[in-house]
Structures are given as C-alpha cells and as structure tokens.
C-alpha cells in the first residue's frame, strides 16, 4: 500500500494505542516488561506531506505487575513521577517514505532532560480518517537521570515499543 495520509489535525486513539518498555536486570538473566496505561497525543499532518506533534506517558501509568517494582520506578530513583509527572516525545519532523515507513525525529523529555530521540515507525493502517503507526527504538536511560544501578543488575539500552493510533479531527 502507499500511504497518503491526509492533511489536518490528528488526535491519539487511547484505547487503540500502547506504549510498552523492555528492559534487562538481575545482570542480563531477567527481562522487566511494562506498559503506561496513560497515554495521550495530537498532531498535525503539513500540506507538503511532514507532520508534527506530541504523545505525552503519564509517568506513574507505568505497569510492570509487580506493585513493589511499579512504586520504585514512580519514585526519585527512576522517573520521579511526583515532580516530573510527563514523559514527553514531541516529534519535530516525521516523512513518509515510498515503503510505507516513516522517518521520525523529535525531542524525548523524561524528569525534565531532553535529548533528541528519532525512531522509524511502519504504517500499520491507512484511511482518509484513520492511521496506525509501530515502532521500536532504544533509550539510554542514564542519559535522563535514570542511573541507580544496584550492584551493576541494570545494564544496557532500554527498548521502547509502541502502537499509536490516530484520528483525524479537522481538515
């Protein structure tokens, strides 16, 4: 399919769209997983085929089952979520391209750093109303503060996997 995704104003299906983390501990042995409930977004889809916007995690959303781990990661160790409630992606530019991906670039904002972040996502789902976007890309938590690292258990990048869906509000 070759996606024209059509000019306007866009707003995030909520109950369509997941935002979900993977992460390695115990030194590697064990794979944390997790899923912000609260995720909200808008964008704006150019003339000339570029769009920008925002998708904004509530930071104490984040669910790992395991109520122990979920309050540690709400604390000032991780993300901070009483003085830094918001993860923020504003996304700067993003192009569709002819195999139906589209090149994103953008700003992460997590406990208040920002650091530039660009991500390819796959266009899932196309109509004039409607449009689904994956994606997959890493994180260096150290880089927003995110460094306690008991006894060396957390090590490496920290995937970021998302299905976003949109619908579009105005022309």
């Not at 299906?13 to 409930?37: D, E, L, N």
């Not at 003085?83 to 996304?91: Q, W, Y």
């Not at 991906?101 to 266009?123: D, Y």
Request: charged share 20%.
């Amino acid at each position: 399919m070759t996606v024209a995704v059509e000019t306007g104003l866009w707003q995030l299906a909520p109950a369509r769209s997941t935002v979900a983390i993977k992460h390695k501990t115990m030194w590697g042995m064990v794979t944390v997983k997790g899923t912000f409930s609260g995720v909200t977004g808008e964008g704006e889809v150019q003339p000339d085929g570029t769009a920008r916007g925002t998708i904004t995690l509530d930071a104490a959303s984040l669910d790992t089952k395991n109520a122990k781990r979920d309050t540690h990661l709400r604390g000032a160790d991780f993300f901070d979520a009483e003085r830094h409630p918001s993860l923020v992606f504003a996304v700067r530019n993003a192009v569709v391209r002819q195999d139906d991906t589209v090149e994103i670039t953008g700003q992460l904002t997590v406990r208040g750093i920002s650091r530039p972040q660009s991500a390819t996502a796959r266009v899932t789902e196309s109509s004039a109303e409607a449009v689904t976007l994956t994606a997959e890309f890493t994180v260096d938590r150290e880089q927003f503060g995110l460094g306690w690292n008991q006894m060396g258990m957390i090590r490496g990048l920290t995937t970021v996997t998302s299905t976003l869906s949109f619908t579009r509000t105005s022309a």
